[in-house]
């Protein structure tokens, strides 16, 4: 047989099906023939079946590296159904059972090795591997080793540097979420070699995207509202906290079944909301945007943010978890200036001024130093400390061995820490610019992940298509004054081939009869009525690109006068939404570059000494085990302990001493990822196995 009839008839003998889903065969061909592939393809397409049929195909073992657990356990249980032989190695597995499956992988027993990332952290564990190559590599949520990705992912940066040495095994590595950049820099760290490349499938032609502009006073109403109707629930709704989830499901829940899903909870009880969800026994769950469910049920009617997400990658995998099962379905996006406020104070968080940066750069040298020691000399508030160490370190800035000794980097740092923050914000610009657009809402998802094919055919059913259709956004009658401009907008465009929505106003509106935000509010009704099409494009200045909009004639608006009857409807401004603030200039990350030399930021003035004593004998008792545990299992796992977790947890958790899981996940800076990893042992460590309990 040759490759395609091998591949078609493994297809229907292994895995019971009768014909490939889009593009999944070309991806599997290239791959058997020894190809490195690149593979961006949205959640629910098919992606896994584009390593596990090659990789039975090819025999040996097929290694697959993946950052979520939930998942990989998923796929191995899945494989195992089938009847091929797999096994995963991850911090959720006891020890037992991880040495079983790297004796089963060295005496080739095995079909699928599924590990995560961190295990090549593990000393000898990569030497282990490379003992027996494996015969395919796949590598799943690639997108995390791209600093300019919406979820990178530090320990993902080492896999590079392990891949020489297994191989010649082709390497696929597979991604629901990756613009152009994101795509070139997963080539360019996984040393991919003239990789096959497929960017499809980004359409869905039965989700209705629709964008609503709601103050946040106003939008668990709102979303109470929608939810009513029994056809649009299951339903899942994405809040910007866990307190609004916890608060949204408590009060939905005296309507129809319904739960929230965070990592707040412990994992009992996620994967009960879970198991219920999936079941049909819960109707909504309200998750928070910052956590990944592992969630894939088919017949979700809704999904609902009640805030902006940070970037397109994120909104697009998340309204991906709708419709699965092919049904009409509906995303609806709320949003508001404010939005850009929270997001303002998350970024300035998470990326400290380079200048704290550069302070503590000046006091590194090439012998190592405590972190006590240099956190003493800077003065700087423990929490700012952690996070301007911790980004020297991903920068390449500070070198530091597992039990936190520090010395200087190298001298680069300061340019990949500037780009990744401007890459961080241009995501939550293009997030911003993306809910207030005017153009087919499909259209510009398709078009923000490169497959220009498929970015020319509106989707014909979302807030701009079809406005008639929508469930959140209302519309009213233009007024004379707006049906005026309209007909002025076309006699000025008629003899102008493109003009930037700025010059227009100036030019349309020299009186400030009408202010920008209605301005642009017009064309946007234009838009929707096919009379106008508005683009968005960028100039260049001072080395900057700066974003704007220009608006041009269709070709339906050339046979259009003033005695035209035509369909023009302009956005009604829902409860508590107030002056729609449709179209600022776009600021990068001027304000949080580099300020003057000559003067402290805020950021490095003396803190108030914070004590690192936690009082009691047995609280300080209960610290250093946390902390000699902490140090054994940084060097087990070559990383910064921080890297685990910082001192203000551990001190917490000395503190309040939690006795369960749920405890455990109360504390500041715990999240779902630690308990899974740590939670035994943290546990173990503060009562002995005797008293922990799992809930």
């Known amino acids: 047989m040759n490759d395609s009839e091998t591949i078609r008839s493994l297809l229907h003998s292994t895995f019971g099906f009768s014909s490939f889903l889009p593009n999944q065969e070309a991806v599997c061909l290239a791959a058997i023939r020894g190809r490195d592939v690149l ?6 397409s098919g992606k896994s079946l584009c390593y596990q049929l090659p990789g039975i195909a090819l025999g040996g073992t097929t290694l697959v590296i993946s950052p979520l657990i939930a998942l990989m356990d998923d796929q191995v249980a899945k494989l195992k159904e089938l009847g091929v032989g797999t096994a995963a190695i991850h911090s959720g597995r006891d020890r037992n059972a991880s040495r079983r499956a790297c004796i089963d992988y060295l005496e080739g027993k095995l079909r699928f090795l599924f590990i995560a990332p961190e295990r090549l952290r593990v000393a000898g564990f990569p030497e282990m591997l490379a003992k027996r190559r494996p015969s395919l590599i796949a590598i799943d949520e690639a997108h995390c080793i791209s600093q300019w990705g919406h979820d990178f992912r530090p320990d993902y940066r080492m896999l590079g540097q392990h891949l020489p040495n297994l191989r010649p095994a082709p390497v696929i590595a597979l991604t629901a979420t990756a613009t152009p950049i994101v795509q070139d820099d997963i080539r360019k760290q996984l040393g991919l070699v003239q990789p096959a490349s497929f960017v499809h499938g980004f359409r869905r032609p039965n989700i209705a995207i629709e964008a609503v502009e709601v103050a946040p006073a106003h939008r668990l109403e709102l979303a109470r509202e929608l939810l009513l109707v029994r056809e ?12 609004q989830a916890d608060s949204l499901a408590a009060e939905l829940s005296g309507l129809f079944p319904s739960a929230a899903y965070h990592a707040g909870l412990d994992a009992e009880h996620r994967q009960r909301v879970q198991r219920e969800f999936l079941a049909g026994k819960i109707e909504v769950i309200t ?14 009617r809704t999904v609902i943010h009640t805030a902006l997400p940070g970037s397109i990658e994120a909104y697009y995998q998340e309204i991906g978890r709708a419709g699965r099962d092919g049904g009409s379905s509906r995303a609806i996006l709320m949003h508001s200036y404010a939005d850009r406020h929270a997001h303002d104070f998350f970024f ?7 200048t704290v940066l550069d302070a503590m750069f000046a006091r590194l040298g090439s012998e190592p130093q405590g972190k006590a020691e240099l956190q003493e000399q800077l003065q700087i508030d423990p929490d700012l400390f952690d996070k301007v160490l911790e980004k020297l370190w991903v920068h390449g800035g500070a070198a530091l061995d597992s039990g936190e000794n520090i010395r200087r980097g190298a001298m680069q740092w300061r340019t990949s820490y500037i780009a990744q923050g401007e890459q961080r914000r241009t995501r939550i610009e293009q997030m911003l610019r993306y809910a207030d657009s005017t153009q087919c809402r499909m259209r510009g998802v398709i078009r923000h992940f490169g497959d220009l094919a498929d970015a020319q055919e509106p989707c014909g059913i979302c807030d701009f298509c079809a406005p008639s259709s929508c469930l959140a956004q209302q519309f009213r009658a233009a007024t004379r004054q707006e049906r005026e401009l309209l007909f002025d907008v076309i006699a000025k465009l008629r003899f102008n081939a493109a003009i930037a929505t700025g010059r227009l106003h100036r030019e349309l509106c020299p009186t400030g009869n009408m202010d920008r935000n209605a301005f642009e509010e017009v064309l946007g009704a234009m838009a929707r009525a096919g009379l106008v099409t508005i683009s968005d494009t960028v100039f260049e200045k001072d080395g900057k690109q700066i974003p704007y909009r220009k608006v041009s004639l269709t070709d339906i608006a050339d046979t259009v006068d003033r005695s035209t009857p035509i369909e023009f409807t302009m956005k009604k401004a829902p409860p508590g939404s107030g002056k729609r603030v449709a179209h600022r200039k776009t600021v990068l990350v001027e304000k949080h570059k580099q300020a003057d030399a000559a003067k402290m930021p805020t950021q490095l003035k003396p803190q108030a000494r914070v004590t690192t004593h936690v009082g009691s004998g047995e609280n300080s008792s209960a610290e250093a085990r946390l902390r000699a545990w902490r140090l054994a299992e940084a060097q087990k796992r070559r990383m910064p302990a921080f890297r685990i977790f910082g001192d203000k947890t551990l001190r917490a958790i000395a503190v309040r001493r939690p006795k369960n899981s749920r405890d455990l996940l109360a504390i500041s800076g715990v999240g779902a990822r630690i308990v899974e990893q740590y939670g035994t042992h943290i546990l173990n460590i503060l009562h002995g196995s005797n008293e922990v309990t799992d809930s």
């Open 39 to 44: 593979l961006v393809m949205p959640t629910g």
């Open 232 to 243: 649009r629930r299951p339903a899942i709704v994405y809040t910007p906290t866990r307190k």
């Open 287 to 300: 998750a928070t945007i910052a956590f990944g469910m592992g969630i894939d049920k088919a017949n979700v």
């Open 348 to 354: 300035e968080r998470d990326y400290p001024n380079v």
